[in-house]
Every structure is written in structure tokens, then in C-alpha cells.
């Protein structure tokens, strides 16, 4: 799977969620409700990787790197407020967007207001 779909992809399962908005920031496609909950990395200063890089409630940077340290990784930058790093080109098919959606869901909740993250049940 290429970026151009990765990117599609993730667009896809962000701008569903209630008010979200993708803007670039940093050079690279993010989404946004109030505040920035969501990243596409792509190759980032020469990294192999694409990823993306997540807003994660607390205690899910811990576990899921040290459960899933292939795939789940602390981001630069960010990583020290508790956000979330996700290979995306881990399987050659692509990655498993329902998982991707629950990441993307999770992060969202940590970022929108109340009255939005109620909304979605």
C-alpha cells in the first residue's frame, strides 16, 4: 500500500468523527478538533516508516509498545506527553483499519471537547 492510500485511508476514518478538520502541519496531512489528535508520518527525516502518530490516553504508550514493539513505537516530539507511534506498513496489504479507527477514536476522545466525544457513544 503506498502513502496516497495510507493518506486516504486515514483522512477516511478521522473526518468521520464529529467536527474534525485535516490541515498540514509540519509538512505532513493532520487532523484536528480544536487541537491536533492525529498525524501521518511518512518517512520522517529519512525514517523507513509510515506511520502515524496518535494522542493516547494514559498508560496505552507503555503497553502497547511493550506488547507490540514492531508495530507500536514512542514517537519523537511527542512521544513524552504520552502520544502513540503506529507503523502502518507493517503487512503488505495494508493495516488493519479497524484497529487503526479504534487508535484514531482513542485519540480523539483525549482531545475533543465533552459535549463532542458524548456524541459518539
Known amino acids: 500500500m503506498d502513502a496516497d492510500e495510507l493518506i486516504d ?8 468523527l464529529p467536527e474534525v478538520t485535516e ?13 491536533m489528535f492525529a498525524s501521518y508520518v511518512g518517512r520522517h527525516h ?12 494514559e498508560g496505552a504508550q507503555e503497553e ?11 514517537p519523537p516530539y511527542v512521544g ?5 507511534g503506529l507503523r502502518l506498513d507493517v503487512e503488505p496489504q495494508g493495516p488493519d483499519w479497524g484497529e487503526v ?3 484514531v477514536t ?5 482531545v475533543a471537547p465533552r459535549r463532542l466525544v458524548a456524541l459518539l457513544g
Open 9 to 16: 485511508g486515514l483522512r477516511a476514518v478521522c473526518v468521520a
Open 80 to 84: 513524552h506527553r504520552g502520544w502513540l
Open 101 to 103: 479507527r479504534e487508535v
Open 46 to 57: 529519512g525514517d523507513e516508516y509510515l506511520c502515524l502518530w496518535v494522542a493516547a490516553p
Open 64 to 74: 502497547m509498545v511493550t506488547a507490540e514493539p514492531d508495530r507500536f513505537f514512542v
Open 23 to 35: 490541515k498540514i502541519s509540519h509538512g505532513t496531512p493532520s487532523w484536528f478538533v480544536r487541537r
Open 106 to 110: 482513542d485519540a480523539y476522545r483525549q
